[in-house]
């Protein structure tokens, strides 16, 4: 009865899973050995998130924190991950500020770090110093002090001789950190969807708003990712160095949707009939060149090329990610979108 009663409590508290493996290792055979072994890779280990208090950072913090590794967010603001707090146990997570431009800054976030990734992205100013010499900054820094392995999250597309500038530096940095680090893993997204993004929640805002909608680069082609699941691929190259080191992966989701077909599921989904009016390549331009814009020229230009993975890299299988379609989603999502939220038009009211 008390092999029961302790099997019990650890079913269903992972936490304590971890705080008693020891003095119960007698108990632990089948089930609870496979998920050991699944955890054991970080478990207690330091990963360094430059850039950790992102849309995507914050969910690679959350499951690093699951699976038992001790977490570093250094970011300009890491006051914005402090929602973090409650999920990690006393000592497992920590907050520092850094500056990815300042070597000094660098070298005291990444010391003592079993594990970096670097997560820096921007669309406005410095983009050459944020995404491309700031990672490199990192990766060499990284592999000074030792670092068993180091993972940038760069995009598909990314191209040191693009136009876009995003791209271009996204390109560069992977050259940088190759150099520097090359048994670094590097992971080119998709574009990513959440329920806080601030991609599909521009375009349903939109929606919600004009009942006529123009939509940019109509033809234009995207494999949208999910946030958790990039998370995921991210802490997965992490864990398995031996396997996932010096590989470069294009991770997108399981669909290939126009810019077209995404506003029309948003409509749906916020259950509005909109006319959709493709805008032309001229008119498009002029307006992303304006100031104040929500969709810049550089975030046109990408627009345009479309985010797909291409096929020839290994992606989201080889990391064991299975992804999930944005339509799994939406419907809920769009919820405070809608006229009338979670009702219907006819609900009645007391």
Request: hydrophobic share 45%; charged share 20%; aromatic share 6%.
């Amino acid at each position: 009865m008390q092999e029961i009663a302790i099997r019990l409590v650890l079913a269903a508290a992972p936490r304590l899973r971890h705080g008693l493996r020891d003095r119960q290792g007698s108990l632990q055979t089948g089930w609870l050995n496979e998920d050991m072994a699944h955890l054991e890779p970080l478990e207690d280990r330091l990963v360094v998130l430059i850039g950790g208090a992102g849309f995507l950072g914050t969910l690679v913090a959350q499951e690093l924190l699951k699976r038992g590794a001790r977490v570093r967010i250094a970011d300009r603001h890491p006051e914005k991950a402090f929602r973090l707090k409650p999920l990690a146990n006393l000592g497992q997570i920590q907050f520092t500020r850094c500056s990815v431009t300042h070597a000094a800054s660098m070298e005291a976030a990444i010391s003592g770090a079993y594990a970096v990734v670097y997560l820096v992205g921007t669309f406005g100013a410095g983009q050459a110093a944020l995404q491309a010499d700031g990672a490199g900054l990192a990766a060499r820094v990284a592999a000074e002090q030792g670092v068993e392995n180091f993972a940038y999250v760069s995009a598909i597309g990314a191209d040191p001789t693009s136009q876009s500038g995003y791209a271009s530096t996204k390109g560069q940095g992977e050259e940088q950190v190759r150099a520097a680090f090359p048994r670094a893993s590097i992971l080119r997204p998709s574009v990513l969807f959440g329920e806080d993004d601030n991609f599909i929640n521009l375009f349903a805002g939109v929606i919600r708003t004009f009942p006529i909608v123009p939509v940019f680069a109509p033809e234009a082609k995207l494999q949208p990712l999910w946030v958790e699941d990039a998370a995921n691929a991210v802490v997965n190259a992490v864990a398995e160095p031996e396997r996932h080191g010096g590989k470069v992966f294009e991770i997108a989701g399981p669909e290939v949707l126009t810019m077209m077909e995404l506003h029309r599921q948003i409509a749906r989904a916020q259950a509005r009939e909109r006319l959709l009016v493709p805008v032309p390549d001229g008119l498009a331009g002029i307006f992303a060149a304006l100031p104040g814009t929500p969709l810049g020229s550089d975030q046109l230009s990408l627009l345009r090329k479309g985010s797909v993975a291409s096929g020839e890299l290994p992606g989201c299988k080889q990391l064991g990610i299975v992804p999930r379609p944005l339509e799994l989603f939406l419907d809920r999502w769009m919820t405070r979108y809608r006229k009338y939220g979670r009702f219907t038009e006819t609900a009645e009211t007391a």
